[in-house]
Every structure is written in structure tokens, then in C-alpha cells.
């Protein structure tokens, strides 16, 4: 199978897994590129972003897409989560293997008070 078409089937199990234990919750998406990691958190019922942290910084130099811009990304979420009123939220990895910096991101938010 084409690699593309992998992925998509394993986001669309994920995805699907999240449905069923999300309890309300909103989900803090992950989506990692070769050069930037950008993380969001979604209410999925209103359909909104409440948050969202990314190593892009507009106008500065970006932090690169290392172990060490995913820890500092995460611990970014974490402190707009906690300022948006959100403690406890759903982790989608999307089609991503928890490995690396998804995982290094997932540490840190926890870390900075998130539950998941």
C-alpha cells in the first residue's frame, strides 16, 4: 500500500477510537511536518480552536523541528490551556506514531498540567 493511503487508515482508526472515550472533551490534535510540529486544541462540538501553539513564528526565526521545539511547543500549550480554563483534554496523535517529538510534545503538556 502507498504510504499515503497507511496513513489515512491509521489517523481514520485513531480518529475513531477518540469518538468513542472523548466524554465531552476537547481533543489536542498533533500534526508534525518535516520542518514545524503545530498543535491545537479543538472543541469539536462548537466546531472552534481554542488554543493552539506552533514552532512557525511569524517574524522570528522558527525553533526548528527537533525533540527540544516539540518539548517547548508542548509546554506552550499546557500554559494557553491552563489560561483558556481547559485541564483535561483528549490526545489525537492522528495518523503519527507516538514516538519522537509527538511523544517529547505529549510529556511536556502533561508536564505543564494537561490530562490525557
Not at 16 to 24: P, V
Amino acid at each position: 500500500m502507498a504510504k499515503l493511503s497507511l496513513f489515512a487508515r491509521r489517523r481514520r482508526r485513531v480518529r475513531t477510537a477518540l469518538k468513542a472515550r472523548s466524554g465531552g472533551r476537547p481533543r489536542l490534535s498533533v500534526h508534525r511536518s518535516g520542518r514545524h510540529i503545530y498543535v491545537q486544541i479543538i472543541d469539536d462540538a462548537a466546531g472552534k480552536t481554542l488554543a493552539a501553539a506552533s514552532t512557525l513564528v511569524k517574524g522570528e526565526k522558527s525553533i526548528g523541528a527537533n525533540i527540544d521545539a516539540a518539548t517547548k511547543v508542548g509546554t506552550e500549550i499546557a500554559e494557553k490551556a491552563k489560561a483558556a480554563g481547559i485541564s483535561s483534554v483528549v490526545f489525537d496523535r492522528g495518523g503519527f506514531l507516538f514516538h519522537g517529538r509527538v511523544k517529547a510534545l505529549a510529556d511536556a503538556a502533561r508536564a505543564g498540567g494537561l490530562e490525557f
